[in-house]
C-alpha cells in the first residue's frame, strides 16, 4: 500500500446478478482501472477516484462470495468479485485510505460543519424541497453551483424547512375530533353473524374522556378481572342495546351482568361533575337557579297535561341514556380540548394518563375555588349596553379599509414635504454604529428591558416615525401615480420579464444579505473567505440592477427605480460596512502579524 | 346622562338613548302620574329594562315626600340577576350625581334553595327538601326545644339573625342574589330571612311573578307591600299562562296513593296521644301529656289555642313566627272569608275522615275509561252526594291541614307534598265557582296503551289570578318585547290600561333580517303541519338548511323545535342520515334536553364556544324554557330559524275547554287565539337574538305557512317592518344567498347616531335642544 497502488485479479459485475467479466483491477491513488482478459468484451472500466463515494463489501464467512461494491456520486456502484478474501481485504483497506484522503481535502472548508456527510433522507428532502420552490431552486443553482455559498450555508439558513418533519409534532397539539365518535362502524365479515371493531387509541382516549365511568371501570377491570379484549366486547354490546332503545331489554341484560350495567347505567361521574361545575355556572343562565324558584310548578300543581310536556316512561330511566345528552357530552368534551399529552400507543397507558390529568385538573379545580367574583363581573360585563356608551378604550380613528388609495392619497402632501433627505438619515444611523455603539446601546437597552419590562418599543419611535414617512411616501406616489385601480400594483404594470427578475434580483439580494451579516464578527478565517465571496458576488449583482433600470422604458424608469432604490441602499451599506471592517482589520494586522486574515 | 321630563329628573347611566326610551319613559311617566295600569311593547334589544328602572326610580328621587316603592317581577332567576347588575349600574350612577341622598335599598328575593347559605340544608337535592330542612332548623318548636337540649341541632346563620334582632339590617344598596349570600356568610345572618325581613323596607325588590301571582307564594311574601308601589311585569307576554297555572291542579294516582300514606301518618301522630284529643273537647280541659319528650305540659295549651285559632277564623296566620309558614292558601286572599273553620273539622279525627273521604271520592272519579269534563259547581255538587263533603268544608281544607300540621310540629314538609296538593285542590274547587274545568282523563293521547289517569282541575280565566294585584296597587305595568295584538292583554286580563301603546324601533342600520322560508332546496314546500312533519323530505330538507347556513354564519346559531318530541326526531334522523356529522364539522352542537342542569351546562358550553370563536349550534324547544328567559344576543346568536309555527297541541282537553271559555266568555275566536299564541312564542324565539343597535342578527320561519297573511301579520310590528315582500317565500339557496349579503352588510363600520334626518342614538344635548313634542316628530 506504501507503493501507492494494489493489483488484483477480479471479476468486474455491472449488477449483482451479473456473471461478471474476470480480469485485473488496479488502484492508484487517483484512478481505479479495471482491465478484462479477454481484450474484446466491453467491461473496461477507467474511474477517478473522486468519484467514488463509498464502499461496501462482504463478510468473511458469510455465504457469499467475496464482493466489493464501490458506490459512485451518481449512485451507480461498481462491483467486483475477488478470488478470495485476503484480496478483498487488501482493496477495501486501500479504497478505505484513499477515500479518507479525499474525504480530508474536501472537508477542509467546512470545517465549522462537520457534519456534512448527509443521508440519504436529508439529502432526499434538500431534493425534495428544491424541486418544490422553484424560487429556491433559481437560489440554489446561482449561489451553490457558482460557489458563491456551500451547500451547507445554503442550508443552515435554512433549518427549519428541513426540520419540518420534526415540527410538525410540536406545533400545535390536535383537538378532539368533532364529529362524535359514538358510531364506530362495525365491519362484518359477511359470512357468520360477528362483527369487528377498529380501535385506535385515539378513538379510545375520546371514549374515555367522554365517558368517564368506562374510564374508571377500565382502570378497575383491566387487566386483573378481564382481558382488554373482553372489557371492549362488553361495551359493545352495552352501545348496541343502547342503541335499539329498548331500554327494558338493557335493563334484564345489565341485571345479570354487573360489569355490563356499568356501561348501561347513567354515568354516575358525570351527573357528581356537573353539580360542581353548575355553581360556576354564567348567573345569566342557571336555569338551575329559576327551578328552585319555581313555585307553581310543585309536583302536581300547574296544568299538567297540555301537551307542551312530554310523556317519558318512567320505568327503567336508569337505562335510558339519550342522544341529546350523547351530542352535548361529546361537544363539552371536544370544547374542554385534550389534556393528554402523550404518545397515543396502548389502552392502558392512555387510561392512565386520562386519569392523571384528571386529576390535576380537579386540584386545579379546587384551588380555583371561587369564581364567584370572576361570575358578578361577567355579568356587569353583559348588562351593560355598548352602544349607548362611549366605548372604553382610547379614542382612535376607524381605519377603512375599503380603498387604501384614499389614506394614500391623503399622505401625498405630507411625503412630498418630507422629501428624500430623511431618507439619508436612516441611512446614516445604520452605518455609522461601530460594535462599541452597539454594544453599548444593546447593553444599555438589556438593562432597561431587565428593569422595567418589555414596555416600549424596540425601535424609537422617532426611527419608526421615518422608516413609516418614507414607507408611506413611496407607497402614496405610487399609488398617486398609477392612479384609479386600488387592486393594481406597481410591479403589474412592469413587463413580466423584468418583474420577475426584479423579484428574483430581490430574494437573492436578501440571501446573499442574510449571509453577509450572519458573518460578522469575522472570527475565523473560515468566514472571512466567506464575505469575499459574499461582497464579490453582491457587487456582481449591483451593476446588473443598474441594467434593468437602463432597460425599462422611460415612462417606467422611475418607478423601476423607486422599487431598486431600497435593493441599492441595503447593498451600499453592506459594502460600506465590508470596507470599514477591512480597513479597521488591516490596520490591526500592522500590529498583530499574526492575525488569522 | 341626565334630563327633564316635564318635572321630573331623570338619571341616566349612559352618554346616549335611543329615542324610543325616551318615549317609552314619556308613556310610562304619565302612567304614573295618572295612577293607573299600563302596557307597553317595545321591541327587544332597545334596552326596556334600563328605561323603565331609571325612570321609576329617579321619579321617586324627585318626589321625596311620597316615595313608591318599586316591585319588578321577572320570570326566572337569572333575569333577576341581570335586572339587579342594571340597577346597580344606574344607582352607582345616581349616587355620583346625587350624592348619598339618592341611595336606595333593593334586594332580590328568591327561595331559600338560591339564598341559603348553611351548607348543610344546600347538600339538599330540590326546592323543597332545602325548604324541609331550614324548617327542621329554625321552626320555633325545634328552637324551643334546643333550647333545653344542646344535642338538638339548629342553623347558626338563623341563630345569629335572630340574636342580632332589629340590628340585622341590610345597609342601602342594591344586592343581587349573590351579593345577599355573600352579606350573609360575612355577618353570619340568613340571607333568606333577613330579605324576608327587608323586603318591607326596601325601595326596589326584585323577585319572581310567582311572589306576587301565584295565591300559595304571595300570601306570605307580598302581603304587605304598600298600595303606593308600582308592580312591573316584564317579559309579560305569556303572563296569562303564567296566572292560569297559578291557579291549576292536577291529580293523578300518585298523588292519591301518597296522600294516604301521608293521612295515615297523620293519624299515627294523632293516635299516639289519643288520649290527649279526647280530653280537648269543644270545652276544653287541661289535660296533662305524658307522651314522648316531645309533648310536654305545654302541648295541652297550643292544641288549645289551635282550637280557639280555628273557632276565630283562619286570618291569624300573620301572628305566626316567620319560619313556620309555608306555601299559603291557593285561593287568592279575598276569596277567603274571614269566618270560622266549619265544626265538622275542627276537631283532627273528623278533619282526616273528611279528607279519607275525599280521597276515596277521587279515586273512584280516576276509574273511569272515557275523558270526563266538569264544571266545579257541578264537581262540587257530586262531591257532597257522594262523599257528604260540603263545599264550605272543602274550601278550608287546606288551612285546617296547614294548623293541623303545625300543631302536630310536623317539619319535614317535603314529605307531605300529595296530601297538600290534595287541600289545594278541594280548596280550590270550594272557592271557585267559575272560571274553571275539571277534567278527568284516563290515559295520554299521544300514548293511548299506558292507562295513566289524571284529574286535572284547570284554570281558563288568567283574570282571577291578577285580579288583586290590579286592584291593590297603584300602577300596575305590564311590558314586553311581543305584546301584539296589543289590545287582546287587557281582555284576557280584564283590566283598563290609561296607557298602552307599542314602539317600534328606530334603526340605524338594518340589523335584522327576517325571512320566511317556504321551500326546501329541492323546491318542495317545508312545514311541521301534522301531515307534513314526519316526511322524510322535509327532515332532510330543514337539515339541508341548517347545514347550508352553519357553513356561512359565523359564532352562534340557534334553532327552535316545535316541541321534545319533534326535536329527539329530527335530530335522530339527521344522525342517522349523516348531516348531524356534517353540520359538526362547521360548528359544535349542543341540545337542550329536559333535565334543567344538563341544559345549564350545555348553554354554558355553547356560550364558552361562541366566546372562544368555534361557533356552535343549539338546539332548542319554542315554549322551552331556554326560549323563555335565555338571550342569545351578539355573537351568541346571529341567526336564528324557527323550525315550524308552534302550535299548542291542540288536541289536548285543557286547551280545548280554555278556548271555549275564551271564546264564551271573551268572544275570542278559537282560530285566532291559536295563532295568536303561537305567533307571540315565535316572535318570542326568534327576538332573543337581538339586544342593541349595534347587535345584529337573522331570523328565518322555516314554514310555508309563515308566509300566509293571516298568520304572519301576528308577528309584532318591529318585525313585520323589516321583513321585505322579497323574503316572504324562500327556497334554502335564495335564503342562503340573502344571508351572505347581509353578513357581508353588517361586518362594515357605520354611523351609531344614524343618519341626519332621523336620529337613532340622542346625547343630551339633542334632548335640550328640543321639546317634548319634536321626538315624535322624529319617531314617526
Not at chain 2, 68 to 85: Q, S
Not at chain 2, 192 to 200: D, E
Not at chain 2, 669 to 687: I, N, S, Y
Amino acid at each position: 500500500m506504501a507503493s501507492g497502488h494494489v493489483t488484483k485479479r477480479a471479476k468486474y459485475k455491472t449488477t449483482i446478478k451479473d456473471p461478471g467479466t474476470p480480469g485485473t483491477l488496479r488502484m492508484t491513488l487517483e484512478k481505479i482501472l479495471f482491465v478484462p482478459h479477454n481484450p474484446k468484451s466491453a467491461g473496461k472500466l477507467d474511474v477517478e477516484f473522486r468519484f467514488i463515494k463509498g464502499q461496501k463489501h462482504t463478510k468473511e464467512g458469510s455465504s457469499k462470495p467475496p464482493w466489493l461494491n464501490l458506490t459512485n456520486n451518481q449512485n451507480g456502484s461498481f462491483i467486483f468479485e475477488f478470488e478470495n478474501y485476503s484480496d478483498l481485504q487488501d482493496c477495501r483497506d486501500f479504497v478505505g485510505k484513499v477515500l479518507a484522503k479525499s474525504g480530508e481535502v474536501s472537508e477542509k472548508p467546512t470545517v465549522t460543519y462537520p457534519d456534512e456527510q448527509l443521508s440519504a433522507a436529508e439529502m432526499e428532502l434538500r431534493i425534495k424541497l428544491l424541486r418544490e420552490d422553484s424560487e429556491l431552486q433559481k437560489l440554489h443553482k446561482q449561489f451553490v453551483l457558482s460557489g458563491v455559498l456551500t451547500e451547507a450555508e445554503f442550508w443552515a439558513t435554512r433549518k427549519k424547512l428541513l426540520d419540518r418533519e420534526a415540527n410538525k409534532k410540536t406545533k400545535q397539539r390536535l383537538g378532539f375530533k368533532s364529529a362524535m365518535i359514538s358510531d364506530i362502524k362495525p365491519s362484518t365479515d359477511g359470512r357468520t353473524n360477528k362483527v369487528t371493531f377498529n380501535l385506535t387509541p385515539e378513538i379510545i382516549l375520546q371514549i374515555f374522556a367522554e365517558k368517564p365511568a368506562v374510564h374508571r371501570a377500565f382502570l378497575t377491570y383491566v387487566p386483573n378481572k378481564m382481558s382488554e379484549r373482553d372489557f371492549w366486547t362488553k361495551y359493545f354490546r352495552a352501545e348496541y342495546l343502547h342503541s335499539t332503545k329498548n331500554s327494558v331489554a338493557a335493563a334484564a341484560e345489565a341485571a345479570e351482568d354487573e360489569e355490563l350495567a356499568v356501561f348501561l347505567k347513567q354515568d354516575d361521574i358525570l351527573a357528581s361533575e356537573s353539580r360542581s361545575k353548575i355553581r360556576r355556572v354564567d348567573p345569566t343562565l342557571d336555569m338551575d337557579a329559576d327551578e328552585g324558584d319555581d313555585y307553581t310548578h310543585l309536583p302536581d300543581h300547574g296544568i299538567f297535561r297540555d301537551g307542551s310536556k312530554e310523556v317519558t316512561e318512567s320505568e327503567n330511566e336508569l337505562y335510558r341514556r339519550t342522544l341529546s345528552q350523547d351530542i352535548n357530552r361529546h361537544a363539552a368534551v371536544v370544547l374542554e380540548g385534550r389534556a393528554v399529552d402523550v404518545e397515543l400507543e396502548d389502552t392502558r397507558s392512555v387510561a392512565e394518563a386520562l386519569a392523571r390529568s384528571k386529576q390535576e385538573s380537579s386540584t386545579k379545580g379546587e384551588s380555583y375555588g371561587d369564581t364567584s367574583r370572576e361570575r358578578l363581573d361577567r355579568v356587569s360585563r353583559m348588562t351593560e349596553i355598548e352602544d349607548l356608551q362611549a366605548p372604553n378604550n382610547l379614542p382612535l380613528a376607524p381605519l377603512c379599509i375599503k380603498d387604501p388609495r384614499d389614506y394614500f392619497d391623503s399622505q401625498q402632501v405630507n411625503a412630498l414635504r418630507t422629501s428624500g433627505d430623511e431618507l439619508a438619515g436612516t441611512e446614516q444611523i445604520k452605518c455609522s454604529l461601530s460594535s462599541q455603539e452597539v454594544y453599548g446601546s444593546l447593553r444599555e437597552s438589556i438593562s432597561v428591558i431587565k428593569a422595567m419590562g418589555l414596555k416600549d418599543p424596540i425601535v424609537k419611535p422617532e426611527v419608526a416615525h421615518q422608516v413609516f414617512d418614507a414607507l408611506t411616501q413611496s407607497i402614496s406616489t405610487t399609488k398617486y401615480n398609477i392612479g384609479k385601480n386600488p387592486q393594481e400594483s406597481v410591479l403589474d404594470r412592469l413587463p413580466k420579464k423584468i418583474k420577475e427578475e426584479l423579484l428574483h434580483h430581490w430574494t437573492s439580494i436578501l440571501e446573499l444579505l442574510r449571509h453577509f451579516w450572519a458573518s460578522y464578527p469575522i472570527t475565523t478565517s473560515y468566514l472571512y473567505t466567506k464575505v469575499n465571496r459574499l461582497k464579490d458576488a453582491m457587487s456582481h449583482i449591483y451593476p446588473q440592477l443598474e441594467e434593468i433600470k437602463g432597460s425599462v422604458p422611460s415612462d417606467l424608469r422611475h418607478q423601476v427605480s423607486l422599487l431598486i432604490r431600497p435593493m441599492h441602499q441595503a447593498l451600499d451599506a453592506a459594502i460600506q460596512h465590508y470596507e470599514a471592517d477591512m480597513q479597521k482589520r488591516s490596520a490591526r494586522s500592522g500590529e498583530r502579524p499574526n492575525g488569522y486574515a | 346622562m341626565k334630563f327633564q321630563i316635564e318635572d321630573v329628573t331623570v338619571y341616566f347611566p349612559y352618554d346616549h338613548i335611543y329615542p324610543e326610551q325616551y318615549s317609552y319613559m314619556i308613556e310610562l311617566k304619565r302612567a304614573l302620574d295618572a295612577k293607573g295600569h299600563c302596557l307597553l311593547e317595545m321591541p327587544t334589544g332597545t334596552g326596556k329594562t334600563i328605561a323603565l328602572l331609571s325612570l321609576i326610580t329617579s321619579y321617586s328621587l324627585s318626589k321625596p315626600q311620597s316615595p313608591i316603592k318599586l316591585i319588578y317581577c321577572t320570570r326566572t332567576v337569572h333575569e333577576m340577576e341581570k335586572t339587579l347588575a342594571e340597577l346597580k349600574l344606574l344607582h352607582n350612577y345616581q349616587i355620583k350625581h346625587l350624592g348619598p341622598q339618592a341611595r336606595i335599598l333593593a334586594i332580590g328575593l328568591s327561595s331559600r334553595k338560591n339564598l341559603c347559605v348553611n351548607p348543610t340544608v344546600l347538600a339538599a337535592e330540590n326546592r323543597d327538601s332545602v325548604d324541609a330542612g331550614c324548617r327542621k332548623l329554625t321552626a320555633s318548636w325545634v328552637r324551643a326545644m334546643a333550647a333545653e337540649n344542646p344535642n338538638v341541632p339548629t342553623c347558626q346563620f338563623f341563630e345569629n339573625y335572630e340574636k342580632a334582632a332589629s340590628a340585622a339590617v341590610l345597609p342601602p344598596g342594591v344586592y343581587t342574589l349573590q351579593d345577599l349570600r355573600a352579606f350573609g356568610k360575612e355577618k353570619g345572618w340568613c340571607p333568606y330571612f333577613l330579605a324576608r325581613h327587608m323586603v318591607q323596607f326596601a325601595n326596589v325588590v326584585v323577585y319572581s311573578y310567582q311572589y306576587l301571582l301565584d295565591p300559595k307564594v304571595a300570601g306570605i311574601i307580598s302581603k304587605e307591600m304598600q298600595k303606593e308601589s308600582v308592580v312591573v311585569f316584564d317579559e309579560a307576554h305569556n303572563i296569562d299562562n303564567v296566572c292560569i297555572e297559578a291557579l291549576s291542579v292536577s291529580v293523578r294516582r300518585q298523588t292519591l296513593e301518597g296522600a294516604t300514606r301521608n293521612l295515615n301518618r297523620i293519624s299515627q301522630e294523632i293516635d299516639s296521644r289519643k288520649n290527649l284529643f279526647h280530653k280537648l273537647g269543644p270545652k276544653p280541659t287541661y289535660a296533662v301529656g305524658l307522651f314522648h319528650g316531645r309533648f310536654k305540659a305545654t302541648d295541652a295549651s297550643r292544641l288549645r289555642s289551635e282550637y280557639n285559632r280555628l273557632v276565630e277564623g283562619l286570618a291569624l296566620r300573620g301572628n305566626l313566627p316567620i319560619t313556620d309558614t309555608w306555601l299559603s292558601n291557593p285561593a287568592l286572599p279575598d276569596d277567603i272569608l274571614k269566618e270560622a273553620v266549619p265544626g265538622n273539622i275542627r276537631r283532627a279525627e273528623h278533619f282526616l275522615h273528611v279528607l279519607r273521604r275525599l280521597v276515596q271520592y277521587l279515586r273512584g272519579r280516576l276509574e273511569t275509561d272515557n275523558v270526563e269534563k266538569e264544571s266545579p259547581v257541578g264537581f262540587v255538587a257530586s262531591i257532597s252526594s257522594h262523599a257528604g263533603i260540603d263545599q264550605k268544608t272543602l274550601k278550608f281544607c287546606y288551612d285546617r291541614l296547614h294548623s293541623l300540621m303545625l300543631t302536630l310540629e310536623i317539619t319535614d314538609t317535603d314529605e307531605f307534598l300529595h296530601i297538600q296538593t290534595i287541600c289545594d285542590f278541594a280548596t280550590l274547587i270550594g272557592t271557585y265557582a267559575r272560571g274553571f274545568s275539571i277534567i278527568i282523563e284516563p290515559f295520554d293521547e299521544r300514548m293511548p296503551h299506558i292507562p295513566d289517569p289524571v284529574l286535572q282541575l284547570s284554570c281558563h280565566d288568567a283574570s282571577l289570578a291578577i285580579k288583586p294585584v290590579f286592584d291593590r296597587f297603584q300602577s300596575v305595568v305590564i311590558t314586553s318585547g311581543t305584546l301584539s295584538p296589543i289590545d287582546l292583554y287587557p281582555r284576557l286580563l280584564n283590566f283598563h290600561p290609561v296607557v298602552s301603546r307599542s314602539f317600534t324601533m328606530s334603526l340605524t342600520r338594518d340589523c335584522i333580517c327576517p325571512m320566511v322560508l317556504t321551500r326546501g332546496s329541492d323546491q318542495l314546500p317545508v312545514s311541521t303541519k301534522f301531515d307534513m312533519r314526519s316526511d322524510p323530505g322535509v327532515v332532510r330538507n330543514y337539515g339541508k338548511l341548517l347545514l347550508e347556513m352553519v357553513s356561512v354564519v359565523p359564532d352562534g346559531i340557534v334553532c327552535f323545535f316545535v316541541s321534545y318530541s319533534y326535536m329527539d326526531g329530527i335530530i335522530n334522523t339527521w344522525n342517522d342520515s349523516g348531516i348531524l356529522k356534517e353540520i359538526m364539522q362547521h360548528k359544535l352542537v349542543f341540545i337542550e334536553t329536559q333535565d334543567v342542569v344538563e341544559t345549564t351546562l350545555a348553554l354554558d358550553n355553547y356560550r364558552r364556544a361562541c366566546d372562544c370563536g368555534r361557533g356552535a349550534v343549539f338546539f332548542s324547544v319554542a315554549r322551552g324554557k331556554v326560549a323563555e328567559g335565555i338571550d342569545f344576543d351578539r355573537h351568541y346568536g346571529r341567526l336564528v330559524i324557527m323550525f315550524g309555527v308552534p302550535f299548542q297541541y291542540t288536541l289536548s282537553k285543557i286547551l280545548l275547554a280554555r278556548l271555549e271559555y275564551l271564546r264564551d266568555t271573551f268572544q275570542i275566536k278559537e282560530g285566532d287565539f291559536l295563532t295568536f299564541d303561537a305567533l307571540r312564542q315565535a316572535a318570542q324565539c326568534v327576538g332573543r337574538v337581538i339586544r342593541s343597535k349595534a347587535d345584529y342578527g337573522m331570523m328565518i320561519f322555516a314554514d310555508k305557512r309563515y308566509s300566509r297573511h293571516d298568520k304572519r301579520s301576528k308577528l309584532p310590528s318591529w318585525i313585520l317592518s323589516h321583513l321585505r315582500d322579497a323574503n316572504l317565500n324562500l327556497s334554502t339557496d335564495m335564503a342562503l344567498h340573502i344571508a351572505r349579503e347581509f353578513l357581508r352588510k353588517m361586518a362594515q363600520p357605520y354611523d351609531k347616531t344614524g343618519g341626519s334626518d332621523r336620529k337613532t342614538l340622542l346625547s343630551q344635548e339633542d334632548l335640550e335642544k328640543m321639546g317634548d313634542g319634536s321626538v315624535h316628530e322624529m319617531l314617526y
